[in-house]
């Protein structure tokens, strides 16, 4: 397995530290009152984390040992209790893969990937899963564009880059409306250029975040056996080929329990939404992501 159940544990509760601590320091008279108030919801979290830790440690003796069933049955235990981590994903995508489930196994690879982009364990089980696949599809190597543009650009600060051009933005014009009054001082110009040049490549990166996180959202894995893409989101539309597990789409439309999907070749069809699983769910959003250290 790719790391060790102290690891994961230490994240778990690493993140319930994080936020005791840097309460305690910020507002210590508060923290304590909340401490001594709430003593429960702290406890539980306390409680949960441990939980995890020990389902995982579980369904990794039971991958050590064959009993995939029960390896899977915890992981996605973990999984529904709303545990994001890219160890998690990967441990799960290789048991699903010795299980010969290749479409669940190359979505919880797909994720672990989006988490961790340099997961190297995740890297190697997906392109097992692709050497296996039916859909052999002219662009789906490592080296596709859209997939490395994904990879290359989701894990870009966004957030932290918008608010660097807001800032620099701002300061920018200030120091130019402050050179009106004071001609003389020449360090106002350049101060002012410099800063609408970090405001230039703060919004680049914005740019570029928003669009790797664009990619990430609409990728998505056939995790039914096979499926016919049709030309319209119903049943009775004419199929001209089909899809198979395993194989990653790009969902382009949803409409009436179907969605179109493209694949790297190029084509495109309408298939039911069951039959594909977002690499990203909704279900993600305002989760905390449990990324571990390496050894």
Known sequence: ????????????????????????????????????????????????????????????TAYLSGDLPRAVAAYEGLVSEGVVSPELETN????????GKRGLA???????????????????DMLEVRRGNVDRLEGESEEGGTETLSRVLSPLPGGASAALLIIAWTVGWV????????PAERSLLFSAILS???ALLAASLTLASAVGHDLALKRAV????????????????????????GT????????????????????????????????????????????????
Do not use: Y
Not at 92 to 99: D, I, M, S, V
Not at 107 to 124: I, K, N, Q, S, V
Not at 175 to 182: D, E, I, T, V, Y
């Open 92 to 99: 799960l995508g290789a048991a699903c893969l010795r299980q």
């Open 106 to 124: 190359a979505l919880h690879l797909e994720r672990a990937l989006f988490l961790d982009p340099g997961d190297d364990d995740a890297r190697a």
């Open 222 to 245: 056939v995790v039914a056996a096979s499926v016919p893409a049709r030309e319209g989101p119903n049943d009775r539309s004419i199929s001209h080929f089909e899809v198979h597990e």
């Open 196 to 198: 609408f040049a970090v």
């Open 1 to 60: 397995m790719k790391r060790a159940l102290a690891k994961l544990c230490c994240a778990l509760l690493a993140t319930t530290g994080a936020r005791t601590s840097f309460a305690a320091m910020a507002f210590p008279a508060l923290a304590l009152a909340a401490a001594v108030a709430s003593p429960a919801p702290a406890a539980a979290e306390s409680q949960s984390s441990a939980g995890a830790a020990t389902l995982f440690a579980d369904a990794n």
């Open 248 to 295: 990653t789409v790009r969902v382009e439309d949803e409409e009436g329990g179907f969605r179109r999907v493209k694949l790297a070749n190029g084509l495109a069809g309408w298939v039911p939404n069951t039959a594909v699983e977002l690499v990203v769910p909704p279900g993600w959003a305002g989760r905390p992501v449990l990324i571990t250290q390496g050894p």
């Open 175 to 182: 120091l130019l409306g402050a050179r009106m009054f004071r």
